[in-house]
């Protein structure tokens, strides 16, 4: 079961009480929202592999039936979380592809691709989508070889 971190009590209180100047008060609110997205519960993780949070920049390009064949406008998106059997992200517009070619940078500027099954997304509240699919195979990155 997903839940929304928005919709969360704060268990506890993790704001300090003295009252000081302006960064004080800085801090204050920050604990507070800390505390609203992250309370301290047992959450039970349904998934079976870590996924490691991934905020980067993805690059999906679209692929015809025969899962090789690009088809269509690459587009950037950015990333939530990766996992070793696939990727979360976020993304400002409907995708209107199930297969894509996921393209990911390495820390020494190389890119990998891997063929993604998109199957699942589900709008936010903030106006964005959140979409999400599982790794099929490794593939080369279309990104790398157009650099």
Known sequence: MLMNPMSYQPQLDLLPEEDAGPDEEVRTQVWGLL?????QTEMTERRQENR?????????????EDGVTLQGEPLVVVGKHLSERGLGFYHPKPIPHR????????????????????????FTQQGWYE??????????????SSE
């Open 131 to 144: 979409s999400g699919g599982r790794f099929l195979q490794a593939v080369l990155s279309p990104v790398a």
């Open 52 to 64: 490691y949070p991934f905020p980067y920049l993805v690059h999906l390009s679209p692929v015809a």
């Open 99 to 122: 297969r894509m070619v996921v393209s990911l940078e390495t820390a020494g500027g190389q890119w990998l691709g891997f063929l993604i099954d998109l199957n699942w997304c589900r």
């Open 35 to 39: 505390t609203t997205l992250y309370p």
